[in-house]
């Protein structure tokens, strides 16, 4: 079995990462690296949640061509009972993360599309007046764990605004 | 928002089946078909486990037509540590759950496929001693919470054995 675990996207996040960065070069200019790294979205400051992939599952979703991804949305302890109870607004401390590979086929069973190589991991956090400007949504987009541009970021809200305003701006419904 | 959670399959497999029976028919009547309903799968005797809605993802799959679904597979805490640290075969006390939906366009974001009506849930539980003849895994195969009958538990552990010999007969890989 490949240790495919230890390629946690997450350890990737944290300081996993500056334990490469250390390793790497010399520590005390890693260090200053490691200090230094836009962990955080632009725009937000939204930052990979600690321990994001043991959440519970919200639901799988799949992203056609030229994606071509397999999803999945998680959802902290606040969004789960939020999805459960369904409550709309979404309460101040929601975070939800949605994970995303390319979708390959499987080696062994024809039909079957599984996860490839890790792409983007997306986080939305609620905190109804730190982002009051957009919905009450705070926006992250990771790739290897490190946030991307702000031009990227630039469109979060208009799309989640456009879209999915019915439902507190979030696309993903719990899968039962 | 639908209340979607409320249509837990969770809830249909166990007390919720039952109640919703109590709820219909008479109540001794409903007991008494509640008490032998066939919880357990043929062949092997594997029920749905007890809140594995809740369980951490291993990975979401996708399975073309004529299935054409969109699938979880959840883990308990020992199959979890398994994959984690690598392990193979599987400890004793592994479970593993499937869940599937149908694979439906999105209504809201054209290039997405989300999950649409539950259709099955696949479980293995490793016990080598009990499932010795199948490589140490019992399966169950359920639809609205009740097993399917004999005749489909019949073909698991052959297709199994066949497709994912190096795998100790498990099929889903971690996804990172």
């Given at each position: 079995m490949r240790p495919a675990i230890t390629r946690l996207r997450a350890a990737a996040a944290g300081l996993g990462f500056a334990a490469v960065l250390v390793a790497g070069i010399s520590a005390s200019a890693s260090a200053e690296n490691a200090k230094d790294a836009p962990l955080a979205s632009p725009i937000y400051g939204v930052t990979l949640p600690?321990?994001?992939?043991?959440w519970e599952l919200i639901a799988p979703a799949q992203e056609a061509a030229p994606l071509d991804e397999l999803r999945a949305t998680l959802g902290n302890p606040t969004a789960i009972e939020a999805y459960r109870e369904g409550?709309?607004?979404?309460?101040?401390g929601t975070v939800l993360v949605k994970l995303a590979w390319k979708h390959v086929p499987s080696p062994e069973f024809g039909p079957a599309s599984v996860p490839g190589a890790a792409t983007t991991v997306q986080v939305m956090v609620k905190d109804a007046r730190r982002y009051a400007a957009t919905g009450g949504w705070g926006f992250g987009r990771f790739v290897n764990g490190r946030p991307v541009d702000a031009a990227q970021h630039e469109t979060c809200w208009g799309c989640h605004q456009s879209l999915v305003k019915d439902h507190d701006y979030v696309f993903t419904r719990y899968a039962p």
């Open positions: 600690h321990g994001y992939r043991a409550k709309l607004p979404f309460p101040d």
